[in-house]
């Protein structure tokens, strides 16, 4: 079960970004474009971040963030070798993933702070409280975020604010990587081209993509569709953290972290039983995916010290030059400003 609520979207999407706008220093940001397969590995290569016999040695990821998945991959995928397709998967996913965890932990943060001031007898402020309640909300500990307010009593905060930092916690990168490639088939998949639909979500009451093969008896349930890849990273975050299907694999979480092991990705697989309806199949297939592909290396990636860029792939070599006149006019009249807010990676 792959459910993404149509109702909670935009909650969705706001739990894992900010109550405030966009840093102004982020606009400036660098965009860099390339062009198919041969340009994107020759990027890579220069910064340090390609090779599939030592990706051991190369888990320092550039922070670059690719901002569409598009019809030219499926096109461009059918040209290179399978190895090189997952690799570029890979590799153009990782650093989404690792942001996704960034703002976890930022937002575990502000838990952490709101459960001190709690415990100190102190009130939280409004915008605490409101933060509180929309997090509350979205991984299902609270029915509405509106029910977190000042009447709340200090003992109801407390177990509002332990479920909530039980349930938001990181996911390490090689199960993201793993199931992302299995539902989207390397990002090929019409769903993943149409609508960044990286990892299967469903969702109900008419929006999203419709099925080819839609089964009467679930519904009219569609695949989530997104504006961003990074907002279907996003939604599956918060899909595994908060919806009630996935127990299992907070409490393996849990568990791991009370015992000081690492969240090792094969392990959280087992929490995955009902991801899927082909149930324990669906998790044998999942860790053959990552052990096969060797993605529990990924669990150790972390972040180049480096500015956040982005990334736009343009359909060829002659193309590039005009999507670089096209970012700068952009640029220039505000419109990427408000991109990057929509964005919401803060």
């Known amino acids: 079960m792959k459910f993404t609520h149509a109702s909670k979207i935009i909650k969705l999407f706001l739990v894992l970004s900010s109550l405030s706008l966009i840093n102004n220093s982020l606009f400036a940001q660098e ?61 153009f996913l990782t650093p ?3 942001h996704a965890n960034d703002m976890v932990l930022d937002r575990r943060e502000r838990l952490q702070a709101i459960e ?19 997090t509350a909300d979205v991984l299902h500990i609270v029915d509405d975020a509106e029910e977190v ?6 003992d109801a905060l407390k177990i509002i604010v332990s479920e909530a930092l039980y349930k938001l916690d990181v996911i390490p990168p090689g199960l993201a990587l793993g199931q992302a490639a299995y539902e989207s088939g390397y990002g090929t998949s019409r769903f993943a081209n149409l609508g960044n639909a990286l990892f299967g979500q469903w969702t109900f009451g008419g929006d999203g993509l419709v099925p080819e093969e839609q089964r009467g ?27 009630p299907a996935y127990d299992d694999f907070r409490r393996i979480r849990a568990d791991l972290r009370q015992r000081g092991e690492p969240l090792d990705s094969q392990i959280l697989a087992d929490g995955l039983i009902r991801y899927s309806e082909r149930g324990q199949e669906y998790v044998d297939t999942l860790k053959s995916i990552m052990r096969v592909n060797n993605l529990t290396v990924a669990d150790n990636a972390e972040f180049s010290d480096e ?20 970012i700068e006019r952009m640029r220039s009249t505000g419109e990427i400003d408000e991109i990057l807010k929509q964005m919401a990676l803060e």
Do not use: C
């Not at 910064?47 to 051991?56: I, L, S, V």
């Not at 001031?117 to 929309?134: K, V």
């Open 31 to 91: 965009v860099i474009v390339l062009s198919g397969p041969e340009d994107s590995i020759a990027w890579f290569e220069s910064k340090q971040w390609w090779g599939e016999t030592n990706r051991e040695q190369q888990m320092a990821v550039p922070r670059s963030i690719i901002t569409g998945t598009g019809p030219n991959w499926r096109t461009n995928a059918q040209g290179v070798t399978v190895a090189v397709k997952k690799e570029l998967f890979y590799r």
């Open 96 to 98: 989404l993933i690792l």
């Open 116 to 134: 001190q001031q709690i415990d100190a007898n102190e009130r939280p402020s409004n915008d605490d409280l409101a933060f509180l309640g929309l």
């Open 149 to 154: 307010t000042e009447e709340v009593s200090f």
């Open 217 to 243: 008896e679930l519904g009219d349930h569609r695949i989530a569709a997104f504006d961003w890849p990074f907002d279907s990273v996003r939604s599956y975050f918060n899909n595994l953290n908060g919806h």
């Open 307 to 326: 500015p956040l860029s982005f990334i736009v792939i343009a359909n060829d070599e002659a193309d590039k030059e005009r999507v670089r006149q096209e």
